[in-house]
C-alpha cells in the first residue's frame, strides 16, 4: 500500500510517508493527511487476509505462554481488525500503533515494549517485513527475524537482519533451536 499511500500524498518514494505527514506546516494539513493514509488502510482490510502460519504459530507461542507485542506503522483500526478476525483467542500487549512518537525505524517502540514487560531489548525478537522492521530491533538491541516475500527479498543480506523466514511456520523452530540475534552491539 505504501505506493498508493505516497501517490494520495504526491511524494516520491524517498521520502519517508509519516515524516511527511508530520512535517506539514498546520494541524489541519497532518489530519487531512492522515486521513488519506487511514482511508487506504480501511479499504485494505476488507481484503486483508492472515500470513500463512500465523494461526499455528500463535498457538505454538500461546501455549507456552510467550509474550506478544505489536510495534507497527499503522493506526489503530487495521491492528484490532486483525486481532479481532483472526487472532481472537492470542493477547498482544503493548500495542504500538503509529500515534506512539517516534515510530519505526526508530527504535523507540521496541524499546518501550522491553520497559513494558522489565526486560532488555536484548531479550526480545521483533520479526517484520520491512526495513523499517529490521532498523528498529537492531537499533533497540532486539534479534531480528525478516518475513521474506517477493517485495523484500534485498533485505536478506541487510545488515539489520539476522534471521529469515519463508513462512512464520518456520518461526517455530527457530525458536525452539534457541535463537539468538547479534543486536546492535555485536554487529559493529
Known sequence: MF???RAALAIPKTIDILDHIYALPTPSEQDAAQEKIRAIERTAMATQTPQPGLAT?????DARYMAKAICTRNFDAPVTHLLTTFLPGSAFAPIITREFRPPKPHPAG????AETWGVDARDLI???DSVDDMTAGYRAGAATVLLVNDVNTHLVAHEHTDCVIASLEELEAVLEGGFEGRGEEGKD
Open 110 to 113: 521496541i524499546l518501550k515494549i
Open 57 to 61: 504459530l500463535m498457538t505454538y507461542l
Open 3 to 5: 505506493a498508493e499511500m
Open 126 to 128: 521483533m520479526v517484520g
